[in-house]
């Protein structure tokens, strides 16, 4: 076996038959980018604590280049004389070693910090941090360039909360009313939005109910009544199939949805779908729903 497989196919079956021991190794402590200052004499002052904040980050920015990050949490510390420890906490909604917009956030709530009898080490470090990808510097003979609201939201976050400034990222799932969550700004996105099809830039919730004129199984709709209002159907397109999602509910098990986006005579746009595929009551009650809008 050890000519044909080699040896660490044995060396693996002995493992798990208990007759060797497979080492663990030790868990590795995270290194942390920090930076620190300690004062010969305590301060206390609003105007020299911002001071420091701001070559403490300088400090800091270098040591996030070294390194080749950037910076996503960052925790700014104060060690009082009296062993009490006062903490300003700052987030960015994507890795940043900007000297500027650091200091800008941490100095905004400097106010918040109660020196005591005095400051008497100051330390800068960055809790989490991400590869930083280069990027174009913009430059005033680039056209067509994209406004950058970062900081702005940075801004607003620190200043507002991380849930005061929310965004739409994108969840794994193919229904409509699933594949969508908010979450706070500084929150990485490691799912990409499906470009395959058409998606509405509203969508309804819970879905309307609509009556329909169709040609089963899979025509594509004729005409519609929606909110009491009659539109006949100048242009569809569909079907896409979506099946429920049986790992996470029962009933869905076998229940489809057929999504279709129509054009009525006036131009207005819509993303209708029929519950069921057409046939067969078990996969839906084969009525028809109003699920989105498009601009």
């Not at 070693?97 to 400051?119: C, M, Y």
């Not at 620190?158 to 990222?169: E, F, K």
């Not at 969550?181 to 499906?194: L, M, P, S």
Request: aromatic letters at 10%.
């Amino acid at each position: 076996m050890q000519l044909r497989f080699g040896p660490e196919l044995g060396r693996q079956l002995d493992r798990a038959f208990g007759r060797e021991n497979e080492p663990i190794p030790s868990a590795r402590e995270v290194e942390y980018i920090e930076v620190r200052k300690v004062f010969a004499e305590p301060i206390g002052a609003p105007e020299t604590l911002q001071r420091y904040t701001r070559k403490l980050v300088e400090q800091f920015c270098d040591a996030l280049e070294v390194a080749g990050l950037g910076a996503r949490l960052v925790d700014l510390l104060f060690y009082r004389v009296d062993n009490h420890v006062e903490s300003i906490r700052i987030g960015t909604a994507r890795p940043s070693r900007d000297i500027k917009q650091l200091s800008r956030l941490l100095i905004d709530k400097i106010e918040t910090v109660n020196p005591g009898f005095g400051i008497e080490v100051m330390t800068l470090t960055a809790t989490l941090a991400e590869p930083l990808e280069a990027h174009q510097i913009a430059s005033a003979l680039t056209e067509n360039q994209r406004p950058d609201v970062i900081s702005l939201v940075d801004v607003l976050s620190n200043r507002l909360g991380d849930q005061a400034v929310t965004r739409p990222v994108p969840v794994a799932s193919d229904l409509p009313e699933r594949n969508v969550r908010w979450a706070g700004a500084e929150v990485a996105v490691t799912q990409t939005w499906a470009d395959s099809w058409k998606r509405p830039t509203r969508l309804l919730s819970p879905p309307e109910p609509v009556q329909v004129m169709a040609l089963l199984p899979d025509h594509p709709p004729v005409a519609f009544t929606w909110r009491g209002q009659r539109r006949r159907i100048a242009q569809a397109d569909g079907p896409e199939r979506v099946f429920g999602e049986w790992w996470k509910r029962d009933p869905e098990l076998e229940s489809v949805r057929d999504y279709y986006y129509v054009v009525d005579e006036t131009g207005k746009r819509y993303w209708l779908f029929r519950d069921g595929d057409g046939e067969y009551d078990d996969t839906g009650s084969q009525g028809w729903y109003m699920h989105g809008l498009f601009a």
